[in-house]
C-alpha cells in the first residue's frame, strides 16, 4: 500500500534550518501537486506551501522568503526547505499529494514529522 513518508524534523534553536522531504513508499507512477501543511497543538492544520509539478509555488504569508518548497521529480521527492526559524513554526509538519497510483489519481497525507523551535 503506497503511503506518503515524511522525514527530516527535529528541535533546532531559532535562526536555524532544516529541510524536510516526503516521499512515496511503494511503487507509484508520478506526484502531481504537492504541499505542506503544519499544524500546531490546539490549532487548526494549516496550509504552509504548495508547489505543482511544473514547479509554481505559493506560500504562507507568514513563511514568505524563510521557507521554500521544491522537488525532485526524477525521485518523486518533495521538499520543505525551512531557515531563519521562529518558535511560532513548532508543529507538527504533513506532506499532502497527489499520486497516480495503479492509473488512478489519489490524494495521500503523511503520517507528519515534528518540528519544534527553541528560543
Known amino acids: 500500500q503506497v503511503q506518503l513518508v515524511e522525514s527530516g524534523g527535529g528541535l533546532v534553536q531559532a535562526g536555524g534550518s532544516l529541510r524536510l522531504s516526503c516521499a512515496p513508499s511503494g511503487s507509484i507512477f508520478s506526484i502531481g501537486r504537492a504541499a505542506w501543511y503544519r499544524q500546531a497543538p490546539g490549532k487548526q492544520r494549516d496550509l504552509v506551501a504548495t508547489?505543482?509539478?511544473?514547479?509554481?509555488?505559493t506560500y504562507a504569508d507568514s513563511v514568505k522568503g524563510r521557507f521554500t518548497i521544491s522537488r525532485d521529480n526524477a525521485k518523486n521527492t518533495v521538499y520543505l526547505q525551512m531557515s531563519s526559524l521562529k518558535p511560532d513554526d513548532t508543529a507538527v509538519y504533513y506532506c499532502?499529494?497527489?499520486?497516480?497510483?495503479?492509473?488512478?489519481?489519489?490524494?495521500?497525507w503523511g503520517q507528519g514529522t515534528q518540528v519544534s523551535v527553541s528560543s
Open positions: 499532502n499529494a497527489d499520486l497516480v497510483v495503479d492509473g488512478h489519481l489519489r490524494n495521500y
Open positions: 508547489i505543482t509539478r511544473g514547479g509554481t509555488t
